[in-house]
């Protein structure tokens, strides 16, 4: 954990940092998604730009992203259980699976290069792009959802992949849900449900693997810098309703259109980085 620094980096750290919660809470406001998606490629840059070394600069993006997207999470399970759209046995068969979905995937990222959470980010970056530009809400394959262990495994591998691209999982639960006939309400809500249970170990387990790490910024727990958490969230609270005004009246599919550009545009960057 570095402390002992000069005020100027820690202050240069503090601005990037509050202009890449300020950036995000825009993004996040105009395109009506948060989480990783957004946060992850905003940090990315910030620490590029201040210096992080490449080799730890996606480990700290993903880890910073998860402790961001913590208390965010919490609230909106919280709300949506409150209204009673939660599907609780739904939750519950999902929990334990992508609990230990995310404990692998933080463990492997502990052991690869930042070139490859790249490659995750890329691919399952892209696949999601996809899906909201070629998806539909009123596809269906099935009535009821498959007995185990379709779900079970399906739940493993969410918590796989959002721990390693620091999200929440929501998209991926939210499709497979809609796909076995939920109602979408209930999909969102259950998913929102399923938020914490990628974040709040997903965070613990970065600290871990990133622990006595030298090279870490400032005020850094493992692989979480604990300065960018802090600033983030209120930064990014901050600039959401410039994002949600300008976006006001844009039809839902334009929104789902941009975001899916988005994704591809931040894929194809990483993409790019690694061919180069």
């Known amino acids: 954990m570095a402390i002992d620094v000069p005020v100027g980096e820690l202050l240069l750290l503090a601005a990037a940092l509050l202009g890449a919660g300020l ?7 105009l395109l009506g998604i948060g989480g990783g998606g957004i946060l992850v490629p905003v940090l990315y840059e910030t620490f590029g730009a201040i210096g992080v070394d490449p080799s730890i600069r ?3 993006s993903l880890g910073t992203s998860l402790a961001v997207i913590v208390p965010t999470s919490i609230r909106s399970f919280l709300l949506h259980r409150a209204r009673g759209g939660v599907d609780m046995a ?14 692998a995937g933080t463990a492997f990222a502990g052991f690869v290069s930042s070139d490859k959470l790249k490659w995750v980010w890329v691919v399952f970056g892209t696949l999601l792009a996809m899906k909201l530009a070629l998806g539909r809400d009123d596809w269906r394959v099935g009535d009821t959802l498959p007995k185990p262990p379709t779900v079970e495994i399906y739940g493993l591998l969410v918590g796989f992949v959002s721990v390693l691209m620091s999200i929440a999982g929501a998209s991926f639960i939210v499709a497979f849900l809609t796909l076995y006939n939920r109602p979408l309400i209930q999909a969102v809500a259950t998913s929102a449900g399923l938020g914490p249970i990628v974040a709040i170990p997903g965070v613990l387990g970065f600290i871990i693997v990133g622990w006595g790490d030298p090279i870490t910024p400032p005020l850094s727990m493992g692989y979480v810098n604990l ?19 300008l976006a006001h009246g844009l039809p ?6 941009a975001f899916a550009a988005f994704l591809f545009v931040i894929a194809m960057r ?3 980085s690694l061919l180069m």
């Open 58 to 60: 996606m480990h700290l």
């Open 90 to 103: 739904v939750l519950w068969r999902l929990a334990p699976w992508m609990i230990a979905g995310v404990i």
């Open 23 to 29: 950036v995000t809470g825009f993004l996040s406001g």
């Open 270 to 272: 990483f993409l790019a």
């Open 252 to 257: 839902k599919r334009k929104l789902e259109l």
């Open 227 to 245: 300065l960018g958490a802090a600033l983030i969230i209120p930064a990014s609270l901050l600039a959401a309703p410039a994002g949600v005004k």
